[in-house]
């Protein structure tokens, strides 16, 4: 399986996953326009898409989905809330969207993807578990907290793409307003570093091969210092560490690599 990360970051959120001969992206929050040139640096095009897998309903994650499938037909699935919220915002594009329940496997001939919650302040929110060939892939971002059920669905992945949002220092200090603050703080907020280094040691025990750190938060960390915070915890493992940008492109494959 073959994880390319076209943007990560509250300014836009999507990635490509190949894997079983589908090819699937995961979250379309930056421009059509962008998601287009992204395609064809891996020599493919939209109607290439076996499908695009929506964990939410935030601009950051459907900024260019509208204007996509409104040249492209490509079949969209997202659990039953956000399908809906989708429907609603996505004029036209009713026929494409399709409902899945959390934790029911869909199935695209070779690829099978699992939507499983995760907690946010959205209406629902969902990280997902995809799986070809043997191995599999996993993505959580956007979640206030670790849950046992995310657990289970992160763990045995050989890479995994999790949060590291924010610096807890870095935000308490910084500019954001206090009522933002406690939101990106609460239980239906976003991952710090801290908080992920926890996450990635325990997924690095449990078989995890390729960890790559999403989301970063522009105001509030650094690459740098997530690198540095969650290594911290993988001393004691094999496990890779990448940092997945907010633009440009990252790809992480099922073969050794550098960051």
Known sequence: ?????????????????????????????????????????????????????????????????????????????????????????????????????MEQPVTLDGLTATPFPTPHDAPQSAGYRLEAEGQAF?????????????????SGAETVLIEANHDEGML???PYPAYLKRRILSDRGHLSNAECTWLASVLAHRGAERIVLG???????????????????LEDTDAQLFVAPELGRLEVDDTPCCI
Do not use: W
């Open 1 to 101: 399986m073959r994880l390319t990360v076209f943007a990560s970051g509250s300014g836009g959120n999507c990635s490509l996953l190949q894997g079983g001969g589908r090819r699937v992206l995961l979250d379309a929050g930056i421009s059509a326009k962008r998601i287009k040139n992204a395609l064809a640096a891996e020599d493919l095009t939209p109607d290439g898409l076996d499908g695009i897998f929506i964990t939410h309903e935030h601009s950051d994650h459907i900024a260019g989905l509208a204007v996509l499938l409104k040249q492209f037909p490509v079949p969209v699935y997202a659990p039953g809330i956000v399908a809906e919220a989708l429907r609603q915002s996505v004029p036209g594009a009713s026929a494409y969207i399709h409902g899945i329940p």
């Open 138 to 154: 996993a993505l959580a971002t956007d979640t206030g907290c670790v849950t046992d059920v995310m657990l289970d669905y992160l």
């Open 172 to 174: 308490r200090d910084g």
């Open 215 to 233: 989301h970063l938060s522009r105001q509030n960390n650094l690459p740098t210092l997530a690198m540095k915070t969650v290594s911290r915890g």
